[in-house]
């Protein structure tokens, strides 16, 4: 069983910027994640890393915005989000260990965060 536990985020005015950073218990080699959800809405992707963060992606909504990146000495995968707009609010979370190869699907994924929240007022 591994642990995700994620930090960072906060409360910051449109076109600011925060970083999260989610921290594994346990050393996985997999791909990793994020994903939000914001009230009364699905839990969507935002951005995922392959195993050895050779491949990044991202949703069209974050693009140019955010940027993934991951630690694997450090079993860490972080977050970088500038640019921020009030639509970014939600709770952020971590994902890891998909078991299929669409990694855009929440269902994929073995190991959760409990997530953090980013708040964007404008």
């Known amino acids: 069983q591994v642990q995700l536990l994620e930090s960072g985020g906060g409360s910051v005015q449109a076109g600011g910027s925060l970083r999260l950073s989610c921290a594994a218990s346990a050393r996985t080699v997999s791909s990793k994640s994020w994903f939000r959800q914001a009230p009364g809405k699905e839990r969507e992707f935002v951005a995922g890393?392959?195993?050895?963060?050779?491949?990044?992606y991202y949703s069209d909504s974050v693009k140019g915005r955010f940027t993934i990146s991951r630690d694997n000495d450090k079993n860490t995968v972080d977050l970088q989000m500038n640019s921020l707009k009030p639509e970014d609010t939600a709770i952020y979370y971590c994902?890891?260990?998909?078991?299929?190869?669409?990694?855009?699907?929440?269902?994929?994924?073995?190991?959760w965060g409990q997530g953090t929240q980013v708040t964007v007022a404008s």
């Open positions: 890393t392959t195993w050895n963060g050779g491949r990044t």
């Open positions: 994902a890891s260990d998909p078991r299929s190869s669409n990694t855009a699907l929440p269902s994929s994924y073995r190991y």
